[in-house]
């Protein structure tokens, strides 16, 4: 096999590269709103950006650092989600934490 990389894959990372580091600014800035709405309803708040499978990535850091686990649930109905699983169900039946599942 030769050392050559073809210069789509070059471009294609990275429009990859793009495309995450906009993704990861998008979040933060959603993380921030609502970390600042919290904050003005006296509560406070620890937000962290994951990326990964959404759903090991909240099981081990709940296990870690959560006391509760707020999420929302897209809603995808029960033939969905007996082919796919769900994220939150998931969550909701593995988590060792409180889990506040919002529709």
């Given amino acids: 096999m030769s050392g050559i990389v073809p210069i789509r894959h ?4 990275k429009l990859l590269d793009q ?17 600042e709405i919290a904050k003005q309803k006296g509560l406070t708040v ?11 990535k909240i ?3 709940s296990k ?5 686990i ?4 897209r809603g995808m109905g029960k033939f ?6 769900s994220v939150s169900s ?8 409180s889990i506040m599942l919002i529709k």
């Fill in 46 to 56: 620890n937000t962290i950006l994951l990326q990964g499978n959404p759903v090991s």
């Fill in 19 to 35: 495309l995450l580091q906009a993704y990861k600014k998008e979040g933060q800035d959603i993380l921030s709103k609502c970390s």
């Fill in 70 to 73: 707020i999420m929302g649930s």
């Fill in 64 to 68: 870690k650092k959560c006391d509760t």
């Fill in 59 to 61: 099981l081990d850091f």
């Fill in 10 to 13: 070059i471009q294609s990372q």
């Fill in 90 to 97: 998931k969550i909701v039946h593995h988590s060792l934490c």
């Fill in 80 to 85: 969905k989600e007996l082919i796919l699983g």
